[in-house]
């Protein structure tokens, strides 16, 4: 399994970016999907997470409220919409998917992740 994420950049606070995780090498029947973060000097952090079945989605308390994670299981893809962007919103984010229904905030937790694309909210 391959996890492609993009739609990073640069953007000033109060922005929108919406990021994009497209799966390759398998279907993602079954799997919880993630968005975690990492900022210079930090532990990677859970951002957002929705099981396969797109129900019930899970937010860290940081990004409750103007981040958004949807999926297009046809399309084996996971989203992240960013609203009103903060300059501590600037990492590298993550995407990864779990072999289980269960969503779970704990980044040892994933089996696969991408390759990371940048965020850069500047004040």
């Known amino acids: 399994v391959q996890l492609q994420a993009s739609g990073g950049g640069l953007v000033q606070a109060g922005g929108s970016l919406r990021l994009s995780c497209a799966a390759s090498g398998h279907t993602f029947s079954s799997y919880a999907r993630g968005w975690f973060r990492q900022a210079p000097g930090k532990e990677r952090e859970f951002v957002a997470a929705v099981p396969w079945s797109g129900g019930t989605t899970y937010y860290a308390d940081s990004v409750k409220g103007r981040f958004t994670i949807s999926s297009d299981n046809a399309k084996n893809t996971v989203y992240l919409q960013m609203n009103s962007l903060k300059p501590e919103d600037t990492a590298v984010y993550y995407c990864?998917?779990?072999?289980?229904?269960?969503?779970?905030?704990?980044?040892?937790?994933?089996?696969?992740w991408g390759q990371g694309t940048q965020v850069t909210v500047s004040s």
């Open positions: 990864a998917a779990r072999r289980s229904i269960v969503v779970t905030t704990t980044p040892s937790l994933y089996d696969y």
